[in-house]
């Protein structure tokens, strides 16, 4: 059952983004950008035909199997971490599902993806991204996170076995 959650929280980012996307795609022209905090944070109507940051352009038979690829890992290895995965683990892989899933129905579909988020620092632009961008990255940061944590309290566990040993040894009958 516990599983079951995690699924919904990949089809909420899912759906959060086809929604948005959806609204850009449709309420907006091309190149249209609609000002949230002056210029730092703008709506942008964009589209991308390659991966993170605009890179491997014209790319969508290869993005469309690697993708297929991913989401058949994904899945298999939420259900193999479905009783044992701690929750940061199992919440990053369903962002990261929801998320792919969201892009892939794009570039299936269209052969692009909508991006509209537009964060300018000063003479910098960041590169435009969408909410399936956002669940990827921040999946991604929780599941590493994760990785951090699970390597932090193995190494407390081996500490804490050495540091009992000595104690076992003095511990011995005086003759």
Do not use: C, W
Not at 1 to 18: I, N, P, T
Not at 21 to 35: C, G, N, Q
Not at 37 to 65: C, D, K, M, P
Not at 152 to 165: F, G, I, L, P, Y
Request: glycine share 8%.
């Amino acid at each position: 059952m516990r599983v079951f959650l995690y699924y919904l929280l990949a089809v909420f980012v899912f759906v959060l983004d086809f929604i948005t996307k959806k609204i850009v795609a449709t309420r907006m022209e091309l190149y249209d950008e609609i000002s949230v905090i002056g210029n730092f944070f703008l709506i942008t109507s964009h589209r991308n035909r390659g991966a993170a940051f605009g890179i491997l352009q014209e790319q969508r038979t290869f993005f469309i199997i690697i993708t297929t690829v991913i989401l058949i890992g994904l899945i298999t290895y939420i259900q193999l971490m479905r009783k044992s995965g701690k929750p940061i683990l199992l919440t990053g892989l369903a962002l990261v599902l929801g998320g792919a899933v969201g892009n892939f129905i794009d570039r299936v579909r269209f052969g692009e993806v909508v991006d509209f988020f537009k964060f300018n620092f000063g003479s910098y632009t960041f590169p435009i991204f969408n909410i399936a961008d956002s669940g990827i990255v921040i999946g991604v940061g929780l599941i590493l996170l994760d990785t951090l944590l699970v390597a932090r309290d193995e190494k407390r566990k081996q500490n804490q076995a050495q540091n009992k040993e000595p104690e076992q040894h003095e511990q011995q009958p005086v003759s």
